[in-house]
């Protein structure tokens, strides 16, 4: 198992809003683009961006569909990014439970 300044410091783990997008995902299992950007509230451009990033490393796929006619992208976590949300999340309550917050720094 990881610790968690290794999360932090990976590209997943490093940014907040790719964070909050995983956290999103974990709530929903799939969504749209469209769903997505007013759910997490980035800019179109920048919420690209960071999904680029969690799929290039794994965490969730993106596949384009036909929904009544028009094209759709569709974003689901993914089993890997599951685990690694569930392996975070685990990280993070063990750091505030030990309160040992000196040895993060």
Do not use: C, W
């Not at 969730?60 to 569930?86: A, D, H, Y």
């Amino acid at each position: 198992m990881r610790n968690i300044q290794e999360f932090i410091r990976s590209p997943i783990f490093s940014s907040s809003a790719r964070v909050g997008i995983l956290l999103y995902l974990m709530g929903v299992e799939k969504t749209s683009f469209t769903d997505l950007l007013k759910g997490i509230g980035l800019p179109k451009s920048s919420l690209y961006l960071h999904l680029k990033v969690l799929e290039e490393n794994g965490a969730i796929s993106m596949r384009e569909t036909l929904f009544r006619g028009r094209p759709r992208t569709v974003i689901q976590i993914t089993e890997e990014g599951k685990r690694m949300v569930n392996e975070y999340l685990n990280l993070l309550e063990d750091y505030v439970k030990r309160g040992d917050h000196e040895s993060f720094l």
